[in-house]
Structure formats: C-alpha cells, structure tokens
Nanobody, 124 residues
Framework: QVQLVESGGGMVQAGGSLRLSCAAS????????KGWFRQAPGKEREFVAA????????YYADSVKGRCTISRDNAKNTVYLEMNSLKPEDTAVYYC?????????????????WGQGTQVTVSS
C-alpha cells in the first residue's frame, strides 16, 4: 500500500519558520508531481504549492508566494515545504499529495494520493 507520511509540523510564533517533510513509500512517485495543501478549521482544503517531478517547475498560491519554498529529493522519495514569516492565518493541517497529472494543480480532484496531514499552529 502506497503511503505518504508528513512530518515537521508544530507550534511557532508569528514570524517564525517551519520545514515540513513528506516521505513517500513508493519510488514510482518520483515521476509524479508532488504538492502541498492545507485546511484550516471550518474552511475548505486549499492549494499551497506544487513541484514537477524533476523539480524544474514550481507553483505557489498567492497567499504563500515569497514566504514558502517547495522542493524535493527524489533519492529520498521526499518533498519539502519550507515556510518562513509565518502568520496566524497560516494555521492549518498541512497535507502532501501526489498526482501523475501536469495541470490543474489548484483542483483537489487532480490529486490521487494524500498524506494524513500535520498540524501547523502559528500564534500571534
């Protein structure tokens, strides 16, 4: 069974940084686009960032552009999300996801596999 396991979440003060990691159990995913979503209490899950299979292209939501960096290490089957200048509105459960598709990254149904999520809490 293919698994995606996130780690690195936690509680941080506003202005702080966190680095999320997502390890995949299958090397097959090294040829797939990987991404991050988040879901705050009472809100819908939203796109945060995505990265092409070779890391050559990245995509970001406007809300995190300039503050977050997505990267991947295919040798470790892992995708990362570096988050800086965190704000209380970044508080959410963060999920990693994988898709074989190469477009429509903002759409939830584009993504086939999901992790269980990791909580990020930013205090003011």
């Amino acid at each position: 069974q293919v698994q995606l396991v996130e780690s690195g979440g936690g509680m941080v003060q506003a202005g702080g940084s966190l680095r999320l990691s997502c390890a995949a159990s299958a090397r097959t995913f090294n040829r797939y686009t990987k991404g991050w979503f988040r879901q705050a209490p009472g809100k819908e899950r939203e796109f945060v960032a995505a990265i092409s299979w070779n890391g050559g292209t990245t995509y970001y939501a406007d809300s995190v552009k300039g503050r977050c960096t997505i990267s991947r290490d295919n040798a470790k089957n892992t995708v990362y999300l570096e988050m800086n200048s965190l704000k209380p509105e970044d508080t959410a459960v963060y999920y990693c996801a994988v898709t074989p598709r190469s477009s429509n990254y903002f759409v939830l149904s584009t993504w086939n596999y999901w992790g269980q999520g990791t909580q990020v809490t930013v205090s003011s």
